[in-house]
């Protein structure tokens, strides 16, 4: 089964009877964004609303998350992966360029953090990562791969690596300086590099690139099992996604969110458009979709990490419920104005 028919599953839409490139008409462009996004936004609804009208415990999300995170995700990026031409991977000025714009993004707001809370660095470094870390993992593959097709399964596999893996070694490190019981560093680097190496999506990428690297073509039975397991990889990650704002409410919103929420949904992917458009060769696809990663809501990750160290959670949970709904917008404005030709 070609790449193609892996995306129909995945997203149970037909991504073949949709061009490339649209009309450059403002009607058609709307009514094509509309019906990519409408889908995709209600499943999160439909979670959403099934967490605020059963009342079931967060707790009860676990396996889901586990399913989604372990098993369906990983078999998606796979899936693409292996069929991608080998000389897609090896375009290090891409990577360079949207690795640094995320990085200054999170510079940025942590050092507004740093003025604004008096050196206060562990909750400089949450809300560095507030205005940085988009939701790249559960909302990226699908937005990306429905808009504009199989194609962008390869700047997004590599931008989650290399984006998660500054994270991964920036949220140690960034907690051990700011907290009282310093680390020592060897035990740093090892708890580092565990969970750069240990992530599930970087290793179903490295597993990816070297079957496209040696042309393995996996058997007939773990084809049909990866295809199913990549078509639950979207519907289950939106809906988790929407019981988790519906069982974890925005009940403290900080005062910094008046610049967080705009850095992350704005300056970020514009930032990006600008940066990523002046590489030379970079195809319309490789553009967009690292435009359309800048451009995502605050990942739950952020969450996960304040709630790890005890560092402004309530405030977290806040900026990722506030920037998952007004991305709601803001991610349909880029991909009207990507869609359009209008950038």
Same mark, same amino acid.
């Given at each position: 089964?070609?790449?193609?028919?892996?995306?129909?599953?995945?997203?149970?839409?037909?991504?073949?009877?949709?061009?490339?490139?649209?009309?450059?008409?403002?009607? *058609?462009?709307?009514?094509?964004? !509309? #019906?990519?996004?409408?889908?995709?936004?209600? &499943?999160? @609804? +439909? %979670?959403?609303?099934?967490?605020?009208?059963?009342?079931?415990?967060?707790?009860?999300?676990?396996?889901?998350?586990?399913?989604?995170?372990?098993?369906?995700?990983?078999?998606?990026?796979?899936?693409?992966?292996?069929?991608?031409p080998v000389e897609q991977f090896a375009n290090s000025q891409?990577?360079?360029?949207?690795?640094?714009?995320?990085?200054?993004?999170?510079?940025?707001?942590?050092?507004?953090?740093?003025?604004?809370?008096?050196?206060?660095?562990?909750?400089?470094?949450?809300?560095?990562?507030?205005?940085?870390?988009?939701?790249?993992?559960?909302?990226?593959?699908?937005?990306?791969?429905?808009?504009?097709?199989?194609?962008?399964?390869?700047?997004?596999?590599?931008?989650?690596?290399?984006?998660?893996?500054?994270?991964?070694?920036? *949220?140690?490190?960034?907690?051990? !300086? #700011?907290?009282?019981?310093?680390?020592?560093? &060897?035990? @740093? +680097? %090892?708890?580092?590099?565990?969970?750069?190496?240990?992530?599930?999506?970087?290793?179903?990428?490295?597993?990816?690139?070297?079957?496209?690297?040696?042309?393995?073509?996996t058997p007939v039975a773990l084809d049909a099992l990866l295809?199913?397991?990549?078509?639950?990889?979207?519907?289950?990650?939106?809906?988790?996604?929407?019981?988790?704002?519906?069982?974890?409410?925005?009940?403290?919103?900080?005062?910094?969110?008046?610049?967080?929420?705009?850095?992350?949904?704005?300056?970020?992917?514009?930032?990006?458009?600008?940066?990523?458009?002046?590489?030379?060769?970079?195809?319309?696809?490789?553009?967009?979709?690292?435009?359309?990663?800048?451009?995502?809501?605050?990942?739950?990750?952020?969450?996960?990490?304040?709630?790890?160290?005890?560092?402004?959670?309530?405030?977290?949970?806040?900026?990722?419920?506030?920037?998952?709904?007004?991305?709601?917008?803001?991610?349909?404005?880029?991909?009207?104005?990507?869609?359009?030709?209008?950038?």
């Open positions: 089964m070609n790449t193609e028919n892996v995306m129909q599953s995945t997203l149970n839409s037909a991504y073949n009877s949709r061009p490339h490139r649209l009309p450059r008409t403002d009607t *058609a462009a709307m009514f094509q964004v !509309l #019906g990519m996004v409408t889908p995709l936004f209600a &499943l999160m @609804l +439909l %979670g959403y609303l099934s967490g605020r009208l059963k009342a079931l415990p967060l707790d009860g999300l676990a396996w889901l998350n586990f399913f989604i995170l372990y098993i369906a995700l990983p078999a998606l990026f796979f899936k693409l992966l292996a069929t991608t891409f990577l360079i360029a949207t690795t640094s714009v995320t990085f200054a993004m999170f510079v940025l707001c942590f050092s507004l953090a740093l003025l604004l809370r008096r050196g206060d660095i562990t909750v400089a470094t949450i809300q560095g990562f507030t205005g940085a870390y988009g939701n790249i993992g559960y909302m990226g593959p699908p937005l990306a791969l429905l808009a504009f097709g199989p194609e962008a399964a390869v700047p997004v596999a590599l931008i989650f690596c290399v984006d998660n893996a500054m994270h991964f070694t920036l *949220a140690p490190s960034l907690m051990a !300086l #700011g907290s009282e019981g310093r680390q020592r560093p &060897l035990a @740093l +680097l %090892g708890a580092i590099a565990k969970q750069i190496f240990s992530h599930p999506f970087i290793l179903a990428t490295i597993a990816g690139i070297a079957a496209a690297v040696f042309r393995f073509k295809d199913m397991l990549s078509g639950a990889a979207a519907p289950c990650a939106l809906f988790a996604m929407g019981v988790t704002a519906a069982l974890r409410p925005a009940n403290r919103f900080a005062p910094d969110l008046a610049y967080l929420v705009p850095i992350k949904l704005v300056l970020h992917p514009v930032l990006m458009y600008l940066v990523v458009r002046e590489i030379p060769g970079t195809s319309d696809v490789w553009l967009f979709s690292a435009v359309l990663l800048a451009s995502l809501p605050t990942a739950t990750n952020v969450f996960v990490i304040a709630q790890n160290y005890r560092v402004w959670e309530q405030r977290a949970s806040s900026a990722i419920a506030v920037s998952t709904a007004l991305s709601v917008v803001t991610v349909t404005v880029f991909l009207y104005l990507a869609r359009s030709g209008a950038i």
